[in-house]
């Protein structure tokens, strides 16, 4: 029984019951009393017994367990009384304490009995009510923890907590351990459940006691605020709805339930009052599973963090705070919902990824010229599978697609769509509109986007480190609106662009790659991908190579791969070498997807980086393309060349140039001021 006993210096007592005398003590009658005691029996806790040396200035404190009440006399029971190593005859029992956390009764029992398995005492008719804590103790479970000052590990248990002060027992069996705490230093504690960690931070000792094979520490932490993120300019909009949601969770150390209702919410964390008293919440806690139970009757689960906490109303009765949490993690089908009502509630118009009417939006995009004859003339001999395919896409396809619609009583005015088209990047496939509101729709649109990725960035799970999307540079809108942004950004770190040319290549079945003994095509190597870097970092700089996720030492594109096939659609990325003389050439990145999948098949081409054009013959790139198509593809491909000087320069054949447009999404801050600035401008 020694982990529930405490040596306690009977000057501390009396320096503690100075201070409670100097506040006004409230006082409880023996009725109350008892209804108090039956419900600790209910809920099989303990009180604690003070026991006062007979002749020593010291005390012990020792866990008793209350037998049901009903009248003036107490039974209590050792909980472990083989264990008992204490010879109680030399102590007085002098004080009794039921503590539910918040308030604590103090009991002077009268006419003590000992027997073998504990006493019985004899209650008095009035007992005292000590003040309220500002702040509710918790216990702490089966909360294991891990403390660590100037680089020495202390093993311990979490015994019980508040919303500003932690009490753990850390171990301390050899007399060396215990003499490298220095109460005077802060330290750096991690508690665990099961192994996983729910929290971590820095602490400042409060005090601390020492046992026989342990030692008891109670510690403040240093921040009410943790820098989970670089701090930015931009944050995601927090929406406030009405009726508010509420996020319920079992609390990783209590394992009790915890109800909150919502402040404000976003796609990336959300915010909730507490009131001190009750407070659970200490920044940098973990919570594995919590849901958030929306109004519509839906439930979202996601992994959260508490990351901030601030007092909003204060007074001489009560301290509530509001506290933020960042999401972690959560199931993309989940996090489309959730963000699908916040923006509607923030602006009726907006529309995400909702359930769409797909001949409404096939209607939408022959009348706004999105769909034009010649490209129409490619679309219509596979028209009956691309239907398919934008059905799965648009109805049930979270992992790898997002629509945003613009819409005016039910009439689509604007449209984007995009699609996760490599591990981490996402491509804007679609962009339309329709009506005199054209220019606004479109921008509007556009924001959305930059606001849906900046409220999922965060979340690894989700895949949204980049948005690509390809536009002819001769068409006005795209011009000013990708073009201007990448200007305005002005880093290619942050926003790059690069141009290609884009032909149709058909394919000779028959022809046999020509002079393997000069040079050579194959895989591509570490080595490969490391000379394709260097080589686009002195002629461009940009993000294309981070963004198809082909740089050395990468782990391939598994991700997406699985998750085209889960939903039964074609997805490969195939990576080729051209060498001579053992030489880079050219880098090959056969992009694999169904027909129609993008109406411009710039998910379904052959895109080739030529990194020694002067060594690159015209015949050389011809046949390698040709070799790898033969493959992967029926009867002909398109092809996207970089750098587009190439074909200038060797008098190629092409239908037109695309401009490659990257936008890293660390870099919000830049991007979205050029947003605003577009928007204000379109508004007058």
Request: glycine share 4%; charged share 25%.
């Amino acid at each position: 029984m020694g982990d529930l006993l405490e040596i306690v210096e009977k000057k501390t007592d009396q320096s503690n019951l100075q201070s409670s005398k100097q506040k006004k003590l409230e006082t409880i009658d023996l009725k109350q009393l008892i209804n108090r005691l039956n419900y600790v029996n209910f809920q099989d806790g303990t009180l604690t017994s003070v026991f006062h040396h007979k002749n020593y200035n010291r005390s012990i404190s020792l866990d008793i367990k209350p037998v049901a009440c009903k009248d003036n006399e107490l039974s209590c029971l050792w909980p472990d009384y083989d264990n008992l190593q204490i010879e109680l005859k030399n102590y007085d029992l002098t004080e009794i304490y039921i503590d539910d956390g918040i308030s604590t009764i103090v009991i002077s029992p009268e006419n003590v009995n000992f027997k073998q398995e504990g006493f019985t005492v004899q209650l008095p008719e009035v007992n005292i009510l000590k003040p309220a804590r500002k702040s509710r103790r918790y216990s702490g479970g089966n909360t294991q923890v891990q403390m660590i000052q100037n680089s020495v590990l202390f093993r311990g248990k979490l015994i019980n907590f508040t919303s500003d002060s932690i009490r753990i027992e850390i171990q301390a069996a050899a007399h060396s351990t215990a003499n490298r705490l220095n109460p005077d230093a802060p330290v750096s504690i991690t508690l665990l459940d099961e192994g996983e960690i729910k929290f971590s931070g820095e602490c400042t000792i409060i005090r601390t006691s020492r046992e026989k094979t342990s030692i008891s520490c109670v510690l403040k932490p240093i921040n009410n605020r943790i820098q989970k993120f670089k701090a930015k300019e931009y944050r995601s909009f927090r929406q406030k709805l009405i009726p508010s949601p509420s996020i319920v969770f079992t609390h990783p150390f209590t394992g009790n339930r915890v109800n909150l209702p919502v402040y404000d919410l976003s796609g990336a964390g959300f915010s909730v009052e507490e009131d001190q008293r009750s407070s659970t919440l200490l920044p940098g806690m973990i919570i594995s599973e919590l849901e958030i139970v929306l109004s519509t009757g839906m439930n979202v689960k996601c992994k959260c963090q508490v990351l901030y906490r601030r007092i909003v109303d204060e007074d001489e009765h009560k301290t509530i705070f509001l506290t933020g949490f960042v999401i972690l993690d959560i199931k993309p089908y989940d996090h489309v919902q959730l963000l699908s009502i916040i923006f509607l509630a923030r602006n009726s118009n907006i529309y995400l990824s909702m359930n769409l009417d797909t001949n409404a939006l096939w209607r939408f995009l022959f009348e706004s010229g999105f769909i034009y004859p010649t490209k129409y003339e490619f679309l219509k001999s596979h028209k009956e599978k691309i239907k398919s395919i934008y059905k799965k896409i648009y109805t049930n396809a979270p992992d790898i697609a997002r629509h945003i619609t613009y819409q005016d009583k039910g009439e689509i005015l604007g449209h984007g769509s995009m699609l996760r088209s490599y591990e981490n990047t996402w491509l804007i496939h679609h962009h339309a509109t329709l009506g005199s509101s054209k220019l606004f729709a479109g921008l509007y649109v556009l924001e959305q986007f930059a606001n849906y990725a900046y409220n999922t960035n965060k979340i690894d799970s989700l895949h949204m480190n980049y948005l690509l999307c390809y536009y002819r540079p001769e068409n006005r809108f795209p011009a000013r609106a990708f073009g201007g942004a990448a200007k305005s950004v002005n880093n290619p770190k942050g926003c790059s662009e690069d141009n290609f040319v884009y032909y149709e290549f058909q394919i000779n079945t028959e022809k046999i790659f020509d002079d393997l003994n000069s040079w050579s095509l194959a895989e591509s190597s570490d080595e490969d991908l490391l000379d394709l870097q260097s080589y686009y970092e002195e002629v461009s700089g940009g993000l294309m190579l981070d963004a198809l996720n082909i740089l050395p030492g990468n782990s391939g594109s598994t991700g997406v791969i699985k998750a085209y096939e889960k939903l039964q659609l074609k997805r490969e990325i195939k990576l080729y070498s051209l060498k001579s003389k053992g030489d880079l050439l050219a880098v090959f990145i056969a992009d694999i997807a169904d027909t129609g999948m993008n109406m411009s098949e710039l998910t379904n081409n052959i895109k080739v980086i030529v990194v020694q054009p002067d060594n690159l013959t015209k015949k050389m790139l011809e046949s390698s393309i040709n070799e790898i198509a033969k493959n992967h593809y029926d009867n002909s491909t398109h092809v996207l060349l970089y750098p587009d000087s190439y074909a200038d320069n060797n008098l190629m054949k092409y239908d037109k140039k695309y401009r490659m447009w990257i936008y890293n999404i660390d870099y919000s801050d830049a991007y979205f001021d050029f947003l605003n600035k577009i928007l204000r401008f379109s508004r007058k």
